[in-house]
């Protein structure tokens, strides 16, 4: 059978262009980014102008442009079909209990208004349900729902982070009954975190931005939060992941020359104050010109206590990566 003159299948696309075919049923229901007809009136078949204009949408959304807007924008650029639901605007083809259209965020990345805390209420109840059932299949659909349709940083502020912290207030209320559900939410929550698609760096000779937890702390999704959406912006990261010793840290500072490090400490118990200091402190480069990287607390551990010199307390993954594109804005 002819790809060009019959297509190929949801599936074939989905590989293709590393996405999940929940994420094409998606963009097809909510935006109008589908096929432009459908064999036997059912099954997806993808021309290669629908390709195309799928892999518009993907580089799109891929360096931070909203999912309705880039669907617009692919449809335009790539003369998709223009019927009654890519007209009706985001909001089309929504069904009955999904999330509602993408939303925007309060002013400068702060609370979202009364209405759409309802809708992130509900969806974050959706997650917690499907956690509790151990139903993994679901949590896989729901993830990636949200993603495509919100975008990586309403999503984490608003749906998982509350849903992590709900269920780990039912565990600890409850004798550790519910540790399993906790574990298989976490899981979940990494891998549709690992799933955004990163756009090309920007430049290859770029320093990276290192992000690691304090030795002491095990914490490591909101590291691999930023680390996505470091990649989504083309921005370069390593990610070191958990209680990483202090040794460590100070030897992958002096080897990658870093911009940047991200330190996360989860509780001030953890938060180690003369490792900041040493690393905003440490200096590589040739002699006359030696730099230092730019210290970014993060995490509630470090609360109380005025950043030093070189150091900054982002306030959350928006600001976080706020800052750092910024930082590379300079390069």
Known sequence: MSETTHGITTGAVARRLGVSPTTLRSWDQRYGIGPAAHEGGRHRRWTPG????LEEMCRLTASGVPPAEAARAARASHGGRSGALADRGPGAGLAVGRPGPPRPPGPAGGPSRPGDERDALRESRGLARAAVRLDGPALDG?????????????????????????????????????????????????????????????????????LACVPADQHTLPLEALAAGLGERGLPARMFGAAVPAEALDAAVRRTGPAAVVLWSQARSTADHSLARHIAASAFGVKGARTHPVMLLAGPGWAGRAPGPGTLRPGGLREALDLVSRLYDTF
């Open 142 to 210: 729901l993830l990636g729902d949200l993603m495509a349709d919100h975008g990586l940083v309403t999503v984490w502020e608003e749906v998982m982070v509350p849903t992590l912290h709900a269920v780990g207030r039912k565990w600890q209320s409850s004798g550790d009954r519910y540790v399993e559900v906790e574990h298989l939410l976490s899981w979940h929550v990494s891998t549709a975190l690992r799933r955004v698609a990163p756009a090309p760096e920007r430049r290859t000779s770029t320093p990276p931005v290192l």
């Open 50 to 53: 629908d390709i195309a204009m």
